[in-house]
Structure formats: structure tokens, C-alpha cells
């Protein structure tokens, strides 16, 4: 199985990959590498998500269906991205590919003034979010034999990959301008 770990490092490494590419066209192909790994990843996490969907259709206990669930979304919705990346890395190596890759093409035109600064200041909103949910969580740690604190810190973890993704917006929106 994928740790979460693994996943935030492939997401970290997707967005440096991204963000340090010029825009298509004149975007060199990714690496037989990169490539492989994707690949590998794509393949693990379809192992992954029948095992979770298992969990889910075998156990009686609506906590761990309820758990379950919400893992097997997440991991649905990165597999989705995770393939749509491998579109893109495709039609790089080979325009004539088809499929519905990322649409990673130029700006279409300039972006609102102001936006770049909007998702800085959201990053820091989310930054702040992950500290008093950390806190919420550590401070009730044995409410729902610990459920809840388990689902406060998966949230505080989400957003600080929203920041993350919001740090990249205000940078590329920042370049746009």
C-alpha cells in the first residue's frame, strides 16, 4: 500500500516538476524516469484502492466503513489526477496522443489583479488552520476513543496541502502578471 508519505512526496514532487517547466510548447519531455515511476505509483494505487473497497464491503463497523470511505474518495480522486498526469506526460512525448490530459497550455490571457495576492494570503489562512486544528486534535485526543482527533488531524492535512497549492497558484499567478 501507499503511504501517505509516498503520496505527499509524489504530490511535492509533481508540483516542482510543474512549476519549474516553461509552459507548453516549448516544454522539454519529461524523463523516462519520472515516467516509470508514475507508472508504478498508478499501478500501486489501483492495488490499494480494491484493498480499501475490501475494508469497506467486509467490515460491519460503520466507524471503519465511514473511515474507509472518505480514503477510498481521496484516493479515487488522486488516481483520477494521477492518470490524467500520465495523459499529459504522454501527449509531451508524443503530441499525436490522444486524451484529456491537464490542458498545461499558456495563460489564455492576464489574470485579475490582485489573485496572486488573494491565494498568499488563503496559504496563510490554511497554515493557521493546520495549527489550531493540530491543536484541537492533541487537545481532545480521546473524544470518540480517539476518532475525532483522527479526523482533525486528516483534515489539518489537507489543508496543508491546500497551502502548498495555494503557495504554487501565487507564484504562477505572480509570473502571469
Known amino acids: 500500500m501507499t503511504t501517505q508519505m509516498e503520496r505527499s512526496s509524489l504530490w511535492e514532487a509533481v508540483i516542482d516538476v510543474v512549476s519549474h517547466s516553461p509552459a507548453p510548447p ?8 519520472l515516467e516509470q515511476v508514475m507508472r508504478h505509483h498508478v499501478a500501486a494505487e489501483e492495488d490499494s484502492m480494491e484493498s480499501y473497497r475490501e475494508l469497506v464491503r467486509g467490515s460491519g463497523d460503520p466507524v471503519v466503513q465511514l473511515l474507509m470511505r472518505a480514503v477510498l474518495e481521496d484516493e479515487e480522486h488522486h488516481h483520477g489526477l494521477l492518470q490524467r498526469l500520465m495523459v499529459q506526460f504522454e501527449q509531451e512525448m508524443d503530441p499525436a496522443t490522444p486524451g484529456e490530459g491537464l490542458g498545461l497550455g499558456p495563460p489564455e490571457g492576464p489574470s485579475t489583479p490582485g489573485l496572486s495576492a488573494m491565494a498568499e494570503t488563503l496559504a496563510d489562512q490554511e ?51
Open 26 to 33: 516549448h516544454r522539454e519531455p519529461l524523463s523516462e524516469k
Open 127 to 177: 497554515r493557521e488552520g493546520v495549527h489550531r486544528l493540530r491543536k484541537l486534535a492533541k487537545e481532545y485526543k480521546d473524544v470518540y476513543s480517539g476518532l475525532f482527533s483522527v479526523l482533525i488531524d486528516g483534515i489539518a492535512s489537507d489543508s496543508e496541502k491546500h497551502e502548498r497549492v495555494l503557495r504554487f497558484v501565487g507564484r504562477r499567478l505572480r509570473a502571469d502578471g
